[in-house]
C-alpha cells in the first residue's frame, strides 16, 4: 500500500447519510449540540453520540463543554471547504432536497438581538463585538488585547487602568445561546457593557436579560466598530 494521507478514513466518516446530514447543519459555523444534530440526522440522540464521537475522533469535529452542555462544530474551516467541493461535486438540481434547519436560543427577537450574560453582551450584537475585535485585530489569536484594541477601547472609556484586577481573565471567549457563536466575556467584556450603559448606549430592561440599545446608541455601537 502506499503512503500517504489516508483519505478513505475520512471519506467514510463523510459518508455516512446520518453523520453528512449532521455535518450540513454546521456549515452556518454555529455550535449545536448532540440533541440538535440528532434531529438534524433524523436519529436518536444516543446513536447521534456514537457518530460524533467518530467525528471528534477523526478530527472532522470539535466539542467545547460549557456549563452542563457540549456543543460540536466543524474543526475548522479545511473541514467546511472539504464539504463544500463535496456538495458541488454531488449538487443535482433534480433531486436536492431542501436541508432542514435549527432554530437555536429564545424566540423573543429582543433576547436574541442583545442580552446580558453573566456581566457581559451577548446575543447578536455581543457577537458582532466579537467578531469585529477579532477580524480587525483588536485581540490577538490568544485573546490578549493589542496596542490597537487599547487604542478603540480607549475611544469609549477603557483603559488598562480603568479595568479592574482581579484572578478573571482580562478576555474570554464565551460561546452564545443564540446564536452558537463566540462572544467576548472576561473583564473586558463586562467593561464594554459597563461602559455602553454608563454612556447611555443602551440600558438593562428591568426584571429581563435584555439589554436595550436606544436608536442613537445603536448607531454609535457601530460607528465605534468602524
Wanted: glycine fraction near 8%; hydrophobic fraction near 40%; proline fraction near 4%.
Amino acid at each position: 500500500m502506499s503512503e500517504g494521507p489516508n483519505i478513505a478514513r475520512i471519506a467514510a466518516l463523510v459518508a455516512d447519510p446520518a453523520r453528512s446530514a449532521m455535518l450540513l447543519g454546521l456549515m452556518d459555523g454555529r455550535a449545536l449540540t448532540a440533541t440538535e444534530l440528532a434531529n438534524l440526522g433524523g436519529i436518536t440522540k444516543q446513536t447521534a453520540s456514537s457518530h460524533l464521537a467518530k467525528l471528534v475522533d477523526g478530527d472532522v469535529v470539535s466539542v467545547e463543554t460549557q456549563g452542563r452542555h457540549r456543543y460540536f462544530k466543524l474543526a475548522g474551516e479545511h473541514v467546511a471547504a472539504l464539504l463544500e467541493a463535496l456538495m458541488v461535486f454531488s449538487h443535482d438540481s433534480a433531486t436536492l432536497q431542501p436541508t432542514k434547519t435549527i432554530r437555536t436560543g429564545p424566540k423573543d427577537l429582543n433576547l436574541r438581538k442583545a442580552r446580558i450574560c453573566y456581566d457581559h453582551l451577548a446575543g447578536e450584537m455581543g457577537v458582532k463585538l466579537y467578531d469585529h475585535m477579532m477580524g480587525h485585530n483588536w485581540l490577538h489569536d490568544d485573546l490578549s488585547v493589542s496596542a490597537k484594541g487599547w487604542d478603540m477601547l480607549a475611544h469609549i472609556g477603557i483603559s488598562q487602568k480603568t479595568v479592574p484586577l482581579s484572578n478573571r481573565p482580562l478576555c474570554r471567549a464565551c460561546l452564545d445561546w443564540s446564536q452558537r457563536r463566540h462572544h467576548l466575556a472576561g473583564r473586558i467584556g463586562k467593561a464594554v457593557l459597563d461602559q455602553m450603559i454608563a454612556l447611555a448606549w443602551a440600558r438593562r430592561l428591568p426584571s429581563s436579560r435584555v439589554i436595550s440599545f436606544t436608536p442613537e446608541g445603536e448607531r454609535r455601537f457601530f460607528e465605534w466598530l468602524k
